[in-house]
């Protein structure tokens, strides 16, 4: 297999991926990770992980942005992908940086689509899934730190009108530290 | 060079290109772009762009986001890469999809951080930076139907607070039309 190699293209400020053989730029960008807080008459839909990392641990329904998808499409997909759950979005609830390991997250509010008959199950990537109230949260098994940020946006918002979407919190703005180092889920 | 295939790996539900040597899978994702309307008593900050596509038509100050970066962080860079200012961001003004591409476009509102003496001027990138009155801008010659949509979104927020971000025009809802095929800027 042809070498990479770590240098600085022609017109270009920074160093990149450049195959060795054909002068290919292999470039590496951040990725974007859609979810979304899904609520019912109170409560939020989460997931626990089936998988590394954080397995074990709570999150919101959410993954990575694919090729050819929208944002809410992307957002809507991993609501079905990981809760079984057939969602309508309201709208962004929050933008999230979470700079040391080069994402952004971009949550969605939403319901279910048929809030008649919410329906939900444990996708291949979750063990189980659940509707928490706020108080029923389980905040010491939280899986990310934006977790947290997104379920306290929705504590602001609560079902009324959404605004600018929540960021990072002061404590964390550049998103760059580890849950188990940012102290407790505050 | 060894060669990828596209396959499903396993646990996967859609094809990546996978080395038919290691075993490696290249993730090929959406990128985003971060960028910017600065805004200098009801002008906007517009660059011509010296690169292709779209050489020789105007756009906003914006780039892709690099690891390592928030998108504020990123959406300043482009601000001085393209258009040498230095800028104070107010918060997000667009989310916009353009899926055709896999890209997501953030959009900043933002001013100059020296307000009293803005000083801007043509990046490597730009043949001419200039500030433009809402009715001064060349709707003729803009780069991206993105470009429209931000413009379109400062037109309806003004200077006043920011709320919900804006997002596609319902005439091109997933970012699928060239700015050619989507007929004129509207």
Redesign the interface.
């Known amino acids: 297999?042809?070498e990479f190699v770590r240098r600085v293209p022609e017109?270009d400020?920074?160093e990149r991926l450049v195959?060795g053989?054909?002068g290919h730029i292999a470039?590496?960008?951040?990725?974007?990770v859609v979810g979304s807080v899904i609520l019912d008459n109170g409560a939020v839909l989460m997931c626990r992980r089936a998988i590394e990392p954080r397995r074990g641990f709570w999150t919101l329904p959410a993954g990575?942005?694919?090729?050819?998808?929208?944002?809410?499409?992307g957002a809507a997909r991993e609501a079905w992908?990981e809760a079984q759950a057939t969602v309508a979005l309201d709208?962004?609830l929050g933008?999230f940086?979470i700079?040391r390991i080069?994402q952004?997250q971009?949550i969605f509010r939403g319901r279910f689509a048929e809030e008649q008959e919410p329906h939900f199950a444990a996708g291949p990537e979750s063990l189980e899934v659940a509707l928490f109230p706020w108080e029923g949260i389980p905040w010491t098994e939280i899986a990310f730190a934006s977790v947290n940020w997104a379920l306290q946006a929705w504590q602001r918002t609560g079902t009324g009108p959404?605004?600018?979407?929540a960021g990072?919190p002061d404590s964390d703005?550049?998103?760059t530290h580890r849950i188990g180092r940012a102290g407790p889920a505050a």
């Not at 990575?64 to 499409?73: F, K, N």
């Open positions: 297999m042809a017109g400020n920074r195959c053989d054909c470039y590496e960008n951040p990725k974007i990575y942005l694919e090729l050819g998808e929208t944002l809410e499409e992908e709208g962004i933008v940086n700079s080069g952004v971009i959404l605004g600018r979407p990072n703005p550049r998103g």
